[in-house]
């Protein structure tokens, strides 16, 4: 499920609900981590490793690539209050 919501007058935000079966390797190793890490919880995590990702990737616009930047630098340097 996809909900827009609009977070300021220029910036639009999507939030994305979905469940997927983990590994349990993958879910220990995640779990271990944000024990280690406490200020890091599961969407901060997730969302650090997806925007990770798709920059490794590559092919998006300039535009999504600096917002990809931003969000990712965000997440591995930012607080919490800062992913939204």
Sequence with gaps: MVNRATTSALVDEYQVSFQTPLPSSLFEAMAQFIDLHP?????????????????????????????????YVDCMFGSRNNLT
């Design 39 to 71: 200020q890091w919880d599961q969407y901060r995590l997730l969302q650090a490793a997806l925007a990770g990702f798709l920059l490794q990737q590559g092919g998006q616009q300039s535009s999504q690539q600096r917002e990809l930047t931003r969000r």
